[in-house]
Nanobody
């Protein structure tokens, strides 16, 4: 069982930046692909970005391309989501998810483990 812990959320003004981190509470992360998802109040969960286990391939939603970057440091057992040029519509709870497959996916139902999430609020 993998337990994921996110950190780095907070309140930021429009145009600002935040970096989220996701790490397992125990065990190694290196053989898992990891995705980031978000859910705003009253809306369905949506895919944000994902990275494969080798750190060679990433996926990003169209809404965040050019602004968000997903990366990982397997030596530190951590996956990051760098968020730049934040907009009020990026306000949501951001969760990371992991699956023990080489390739990343945008489909949330294919991830086996989920974190509790971290709140990101962008003020206008």
């Amino acid at each position: 069982q993998v337990q994921l812990v996110e950190s780095g959320g907070g309140l930021v003004r429009s145009g600002g930046s935040l970096m989220l981190s996701c790490a397992p509470s125990g065990g190694t992360f290196s053989s898992y692909s990891v995705g980031w998802f978000r859910q705003a109040p009253g809306k369905e969960r949506e895919f944000v970005a994902a990275i494969d286990w080798s750190n060679l391939s990433t996926l990003e939603a169209d809404s965040v391309k050019g602004r968000f970057t997903v990366s990982r440091d397997n030596a530190k057992n951590t996956v990051y989501l760098q968020m730049n040029s934040l907009k009020p519509e990026d306000t949501a709870i951001y969760c990371c998810a992991a699956r023990k497959y080489r390739t990343a996916t945008m489909k949330g139902e294919l991830y086996d483990y989920w974190g509790q999430g971290t709140q990101v609020t962008v003020s206008s």
